[in-house]
Every structure is written in structure tokens, then in C-alpha cells.
């Protein structure tokens, strides 16, 4: 049981670039959720997905783009990245639901620099 | 606007000691609140909850205390083990139109001294 799965692990980008960051979830799980960790900020929550179909924005969604491809994979998407996107970024899923909740679990994270 | 806050950004304790990480939080709204663990290069993982109508939950070493009057929430760790020493983020849930979502502290540092 692989839990969440992030790849890239690393990813190294030019500024401009584009690039998409994949996750997959193999519990099942209805919502799914993009989080950018920088230091002293905590985890900062980009896009997430309560159920399949809709997506709803963070507290930090400007500059990404976010697709829930079907129940298990959700993508996160820079368009044209700039350095102050350099971050850790965390995918993580939960059983969620409205009117419900469960805890999130999360992905090991992909380290992405911008230069 | 930081909804939730974690004013100490280390403690340092000695093993077999008691460690406690405080939070706060300024929204009445959330209904549920949570601590996760996090080692370096890895991603968090959930370790206690509580929901906004109890004021304790323990498991193991670890409680969680919650004041909804004070909107402050700790956790203990007693006894403190070097195991323990990791990053530890407060959570928050918030229930919006689509579904629930998790509102982060900045995190503590915990060093556990053997």
C-alpha cells in the first residue's frame, strides 16, 4: 500500500518554464490537497479537491493551476514559474466528504528550485 | 492573516522530561483540530485530533488539550523521547462549500536531548 505518491522527487526549472507536479493516491480517498511548505510559514494550502470534479482554491492558488484527473490523481501546474515558487511542495488526501472529517495524509513532498 | 500560530519556533527538552507545544488559533469556526509530526525530507504525518466539543484527547505519550474560550490548544508529550525530535505543525480544519480544509501553524522544532 503505496499511500500518496509524488514525483517528481527534485525538480530544478528556469524561470518561465513550465512543468507539472503529479500526485496519485491509492486509498480511496474523496479529497485531495496541494500544499507549498517554505520556512517559517508553515504548510500553505495551494488548491484542493474535496471530491472528484471540483477543484477550489487555498490560500495561496496564484501562478498554479490544479487538475483532478480522476478519484485517485490530482496535478499541480506552474505555467510559466518564477523563483518565488522555489518551495517543498506536499500532496496529501483525505476520506473528507462535507459535513465529515478525517486527517490527511501526506505524500513525501517534491523539492522544487527555480532559477 | 495567520489563522493559526505557533508563536515558539523550538523547544529544547531533556529526555524523560515533559514537552509541551502550544497553538492558537483565531477562527471560531474550526470544528476540528489536529497535530502532525515531520522529519526531515519527509512528509507530515498525522499523530492526535480533537474535535471542538471535547476539550482533551489522549493517546499514548501524547495529549492534546483544547481551550475553545481561549482559542489555544497544546500538546504533551510526556515522557519525552530523542524519537520525538522532529518539526510539529498545528492544524485546523474549516468546512467550506466544497469540503473541508486544513489550516497550518508555522511549526515548532522539537529537540529531545539524551
Known amino acids: 500500500n503505496a499511500g500518496v505518491t509524488q514525483t517528481p522527487k527534485f525538480q530544478v526549472l528556469k524561470t518561465g518554464q513550465s512543468m507539472t507536479l503529479q500526485c496519485a493516491q491509492d486509498?480511496?480517498?474523496?479529497?485531495m490537497y496541494w500544499y507549498r511548505q517554505d520556512p517559517g510559514m508553515g504548510l500553505r494550502l495551494i488548491y484542493y479537491?474535496?471530491?472528484?470534479?471540483?477543484?477550489d482554491k487555498g490560500e495561496v492558488p496564484n501562478g498554479y493551476n490544479v487538475s483532478r484527473l480522476n478519484k485517485r490523481e490530482f496535478s499541480l501546474r506552474l505555467e510559466s514559474a518564477a523563483p518565488s515558487q522555489t518551495s517543498v511542495y506536499f500532496c496529501?488526501?483525505?476520506?473528507?466528504?462535507?459535513?465529515?472529517?478525517?486527517?490527511?495524509?501526506f505524500g513525501q513532498g517534491t523539492r522544487l528550485t527555480v532559477v | 492573516d495567520q489563522q493559526v500560530k505557533q508563536n515558539s519556533p523550538s523547544l529544547s527538552v531533556q529526555e524523560g522530561r515533559i514537552s509541551i507545544l502550544n497553538c492558537d488559533y483565531t477562527n471560531s469556526m474550526f470544528d476540528y483540530f489536529l497535530w502532525y509530526k515531520k522529519y526531515p525530507a519527509e512528509g507530515p504525518t498525522f499523530l492526535i485530533s480533537i474535535s471542538s466539543i471535547k476539550d482533551k484527547n489522549e493517546d499514548g505519550r501524547f495529549t492534546v488539550f483544547l481551550n475553545k474560550s481561549a482559542k489555544h490548544l497544546s500538546l504533551h508529550i510526556v515522557p519525552s523521547q530523542p524519537g520525538d525530535s522532529a518539526v510539529y505543525f498545528c492544524?485546523?480544519?474549516?468546512?467550506?462549500?466544497?469540503?473541508?480544509?486544513?489550516?497550518f501553524g508555522a511549526g515548532t522544532i522539537l529537540r529531545v536531548k539524551s
Open positions: 486509498m480511496n480517498h474523496n479529497s
Open positions: 492544524a485546523a480544519s474549516l468546512e467550506g462549500e466544497y469540503g473541508n480544509k486544513l489550516v
Open positions: 496529501a488526501s483525505s476520506e473528507g466528504g462535507v459535513g465529515g472529517y478525517t486527517e490527511a495524509f
Open positions: 479537491s474535496a471530491s472528484e470534479g471540483t477543484t
